[in-house]
């Protein structure tokens, strides 16, 4: 299973980590960006947490598609191919971040020394209480996969949890620097979808490419339609 993952970086022993994947489709990474992270304001200049979804998304609207940062080389191979890569919409964007939040919710499941990458040592490597463990992943898929399909390796397997442990690293450290005033949502917010108005909004780290998808849109009432596609489908996922 999981043969023609996209690599995210080799560490010591030349082993092989791939980007998690719902972050990938195509050739393409979706890795999540925080540093679109403007909001509404009140009209005593404070952060208006509680905006209705009308207001937010009209905001939204206005606001991505003119205020993109500059892009990351994986960002900016999407943006050079989007009349080819056409399956970038809102319900897209919804359909796989919340495929990717309601993942997230059950990685990593190992705990890695600070100097994993460097020493490359698969065996120093632990399974914290609760943890999903290569032989459960086994026990789990072997009675279900195709004839043309192998289930992982151990070293794999670590590998892919890797994957998900650099991902996730770099998105708390990305919210902790750009969203002040906020707080992430974690696993038990998605998994009982008990999301307040100061956890972070569900479209925080898709921002960038929603704000692809909008600037190619002139009629705002059809730019606001791909941001409630947006979160219609990211509820339905995160909530499976």
């Known amino acids: 299973m999981l043969a023609d993952r996209i690599l995210m970086r080799t560490i010591a022993g030349g082993h092989k980590v791939p980007w998690p994947e719902p972050l990938t489709d195509q050739g393409y990474v979706f890795p999540k960006d925080y540093r679109m992270n403007d909001f509404p304001r009140t009209a005593e200049g404070d952060i208006w947490y509680d905006i209705p979804d009308d207001d937010y998304f009209s905001w939204l609207a206005d606001y991505l598609p003119n205020n993109l940062p500059e892009f990351t080389p994986e960002q900016q191979k999407i943006a050079d191919n989007l009349d080819s890569y ?65 289930l992982m390796t151990q070293e794999k397997f670590i590998l892919d949890e890797f994957g998900w442990h650099l991902a996730l690293e770099e998105e708390k450290r990305q919210f902790s620097q750009y969203w002040p005033g906020f707080r992430k949502m974690d696993a038990i917010n998605v998994v009982f979808m008990n999301i307040s108005v100061h956890h972070e909004p569900p479209d925080a780290g898709w921002r960038v490419y929603l704000g692809m998808v909008l600037r190619r849109i002139e009629d705002k009432a059809l730019r606001v339609k791909e941001l409630e596609d947006f979160y219609q489908y990211w509820r339905e996922m995160v909530s499976k």
């Not at 919710?105 to 120093?124: R, W």
């Not at 399974?127 to 399909?149: A, L």
């Open 86 to 150: 056409r399956r970038l919409n809102g319900f897209w964007i919804g359909d796989r971040g919340g495929w990717y939040d309601n993942e997230a919710a059950s990685h990593p499941n190992y705990e890695f020394p600070d100097n994993f990458a460097d020493i490359g040592d698969l065996t120093v490597v632990t399974v914290p209480d609760g943890g999903y463990t290569y032989d459960e992943y086994v026990e789990s898929y072997k009675d279900f996969i195709d004839d043309d399909e192998r």
